[in-house]
């Protein structure tokens, strides 16, 4: 049974033994998501590579599983739809599918093996492999070379991120889920960084957030969004739009304070996490005063120097971006147009 969208006519999936094919486990918040490698068999996109995202049936993991795989194909649904055309930083959904034992299958096109949380870890990974050849220091050249390679990398990833969140917000959807491993790369090669296309994916816990949706009242996936939009003295339709939106752009603070750092320090030094609790618990939210401690700490120097770059451009974005008062943080668009990811700030 379709599952209700299908892209450009009718989709046949090569099954084959499907036991054949990679697979990986990922979770979505209680439900546990396999990811399969395929391809179109028949059609006019015949030979396309595809991604299949697989939610368990609600045997094995409730209705809540069946709500997020048709969250997800909604959202994607909707945004393909748009008379604009579709955004290049969104992952492209083909098509979707329920098997008889109730598992919702959505096909993706295959864009891209990793994700950014695949980026930081591999080069934070050769970052400690070079130190620990403990041979004589990199010439001062091929340093300031490498420092820049990765650089414009960093900040072409950010930048389509965050334009697919533009296409997002500017479409009333939120995100709700953006981190590291909800962006898709084409490529992790620094030196191929000028080819870079990043794609948002993970939409399972998107959020309609057009007046008349916001009028109906709250959704399973909105109603813990709306009870903190009202504990942030955000009631109106258009208060509660404008801190979802504020949301999303904290969570996408938060990626790119993930990407400053973890890709320019050595492998273990910083995580995802160890940095919320530095920025949310310990400094609460004072960005330069994070700043002023990173300094004091030679192995978070690399992060230091390049969101230095710019006169500080990458600290005060970053600050813009996790303001405590949600009406103070700027718009998708805004960042996306920084003068940070814009400007040579090399």
Same mark, same amino acid.
């Given at each position: 049974?379709?599952?209700?969208?299908?892209?450009?006519?009718?989709?046949?999936?090569?099954?084959?033994?499907?036991?054949?094919?990679?697979?990986?486990? @990922?979770?979505?918040?209680?439900?546990?998501?396999? $990811?399969?490698?395929?391809?179109?068999?028949?059609?006019?996109?015949?030979?396309?590579?595809?991604?299949?995202?697989?939610?368990?049936?609600?045997?094995?993991?409730?209705?809540?599983?069946?709500?997020?795989?048709?969250?997800?194909?909604?959202?994607?649904?909707?945004?393909?739809?748009?008379?604009?055309?579709?955004?290049?930083?969104?992952?492209?959904?083909?098509?979707? +599918?329920?098997?008889?034992?109730?598992?919702?299958?959505?096909?993706?096109?295959?864009?891209?093996?990793?994700?950014?949380?695949?980026?930081?870890? %591999?080069?934070?990974?050769?970052?400690?492999?070079?130190?620990?050849?403990?041979?004589?220091?990199?010439?001062? +050249?091929?340093?300031?070379?490498?420092?820049?390679?990765?650089?414009?990398?960093?900040?072409?990833?950010?930048?389509?991120?965050?334009?697919?969140? /533009?296409?997002?917000?500017?479409?009333?959807?939120?995100?709700?889920?953006?981190?590291?491993?909800?962006?898709?790369?084409?490529?992790?090669?620094?030196?191929?960084? @000028?080819?870079? @296309?990043?794609?948002?994916?993970?939409?399972?816990?998107? @959020?309609?957030?057009?007046?008349?949706?916001?009028?109906?009242?709250?959704?399973?996936?909105?109603?813990?969004?709306?009870?903190? /939009?009202?504990?942030?003295?955000?009631?109106?339709?258009?208060?509660?739009?404008?801190?979802?939106?504020?949301?999303?752009?904290?969570?996408?603070?938060?990626?790119?304070?993930?990407?400053?750092?973890?890709? +320019?320090?050595?492998?273990?030094?910083?995580?995802?996490?160890?940095?919320?609790?530095?920025?949310?618990?310990?400094?609460?939210?004072?960005?330069? %005063?994070?700043?002023?401690?990173?300094?004091?700490?030679?192995?978070? $120097?690399?992060?230091?120097? +390049?969101?230095?770059?710019?006169?500080?451009?990458?600290?005060?974005?970053?600050? /813009?971006?996790?303001?405590?008062?949600?009406?103070?943080?700027?718009?998708?668009?805004?960042?996306?147009?920084?003068?940070?990811?814009?400007?040579?700030?090399?």
């Amino acid at each position: 049974m379709l599952l209700g969208f299908q892209s450009g006519g009718d989709l046949e999936f090569s099954s084959g033994d499907l036991g054949q094919l990679r697979v990986q486990d @990922v979770g979505e918040g209680s439900v546990k998501i396999r $990811l399969y490698e395929g391809r179109i068999a028949q059609g006019p996109f015949k030979g396309t590579p595809v991604i299949f995202k697989v939610y368990p049936g609600q045997r094995a993991a409730g209705i809540e599983a069946d709500m997020m795989a048709a969250n997800e194909l909604n959202a994607h649904a909707f945004l393909q739809s748009s008379s604009e055309g579709i955004s290049k930083n969104l992952l492209l959904l083909l098509g979707g +599918f329920e098997t008889k034992t109730g598992e919702q299958w959505l096909a993706f096109r295959d864009n891209g093996k990793y994700s950014a949380a695949d980026f930081a870890k %591999a080069t934070s990974e050769k970052i400690s492999r070079a130190r620990s050849l403990q041979e004589k220091p990199w010439n001062p +050249f091929e340093q300031a070379q490498a420092f820049k390679r990765r650089t414009y990398f960093v900040i072409r990833l950010f930048q389509g991120a965050m334009n697919g969140l /533009a296409y997002m917000h500017n479409h009333e959807r939120l995100h709700q889920s953006l981190g590291p491993a909800s962006v898709i790369l084409n490529t992790i090669v620094e030196r191929d960084a @000028v080819y870079l @296309v990043p794609k948002l994916r993970d939409l399972a816990f998107s @959020v309609d957030i057009s007046f008349s949706s916001l009028e109906e009242g709250p959704s399973t996936f909105s109603e813990d969004l709306w009870r903190r /939009a009202s504990s942030a003295g955000a009631f109106t339709p258009m208060e509660r739009r404008s801190f979802g939106i504020a949301d999303d752009i904290y969570e996408a603070g938060l990626l790119f304070a993930y990407l400053a750092f973890v890709p +320019f320090c050595e492998a273990g030094i910083m995580d995802g996490f160890s940095l919320q609790r530095l920025l949310e618990s310990t400094f609460k939210l004072d960005v330069m %005063a994070t700043r002023e401690y990173c300094l004091a700490d030679d192995r978070l $120097l690399e992060a230091v120097k +390049f969101l230095d770059l710019g006169d500080a451009a990458g600290w005060k974005l970053l600050q /813009a971006m996790l303001n405590p008062d949600f009406r103070k943080r700027p718009i998708a668009e805004a960042v996306a147009n920084h003068r940070f990811l814009t400007a040579n700030v090399l």
